[in-house]
């Protein structure tokens, strides 16, 4: 059974910095792209970023570009996501998820999720 | 980006009865690559269906997906209780991935 854990979130004051963790088991990971979806309090999904299975083609969503960097250490089946510079806006739950990713410029449907971790910039 | 427009905003059933959801695409998704989502409150989000029509592992064949180009329906033929929950539907197929805002289902 695929099981993702996300950690890291947290209160951070605009401006501040975090670093998301995603601990994945139940299916070979470097076998698979990873990405991360967020969800503002009371509203809908937002793609945030996906990565590739061997991290050579990832993508974001131009509100987190500049800002967001997606990465992966398939030795230990972990996915991490670096938030700077975070803004009011940014305050979310951050899913990971297990994605297929498609095209050059990567897009991707998500096949299962994490139970999210909170971010407040307050 | 493409918008992706859900209708109606929320669908009030009866067990048993049949749920049909809509996505309506500002402009045609490529490859028909729409995926659905269920998301029970406080909990995670779900995958149903991708590819338009393909159910996920796991999901009952009371789900169907069907649609091409610019719209797109979830049909739920026997609702239960526990189909409560907000859909949201997806599209892939040009970047940047976008979500619909979603259909509540109250049964």
């Known amino acids: 059974e695929v099981h993702l854990v996300e950690s890291g979130g947290g209160l951070v004051q605009p401006g501040g910095s975090l670093r998301l963790s995603c601990a994945a088991s139940?299916?070979?990971?470097?076998?698979?792209?990873m990405g991360w979806v967020r969800q503002a309090p009371g509203k809908g999904l937002q793609w945030v970023s996906v990565i590739s299975s061997k991290s050579g083609s990832k993508s974001y969503a131009d509100s987190v570009k500049a800002r967001f960097t997606i990465s992966r250490d398939n030795s230990n089946n972990t996915l991490f996501l670096q938030i700077n510079s975070l803004r009011a806006e940014d305050t979310a739950v951050y899913y990971c998820?297990?994605?297929?990713?498609?095209?050059?410029?990567?897009?991707?449907?998500?096949?299962?999720w994490g139970q999210g971790t909170p971010v407040t910039v307050s | 980006e493409i918008v992706l427009t859900q209708s109606p905003g929320t669908l009030s059933l009866s067990p048993g009865e049949r749920a049909t959801l809509s996505c309506r695409a500002s402009?045609?998704?490529?490859?028909?690559?729409l995926a659905w989502y269920k998301q029970k409150p406080g909990q995670a989000p779900m995958l149903i269906i991708y590819g338009a029509f393909y159910r996920a592992t796991g999901i009952p064949d009371r789900f169907s997906g069907s649609g091409s180009g610019t719209d797109f329906t979830l049909t739920i033929s026997r609702l239960e209780p526990e189909d409560s929950a907000i859909f949201y539907c997806q599209q892939y197929g040009s970047a940047p991935a976008t979500f619909g805002g979603g259909t509540k289902v109250e049964i």
């Open positions: 402009q045609s998704i490529s490859g028909d690559y």
């Open positions: 998820v297990k994605a297929q990713i498609f095209g050059v410029d990567p897009t991707a449907y998500f096949e299962n």
């Open positions: 139940g299916f070979t990971f470097n076998n698979y792209a």
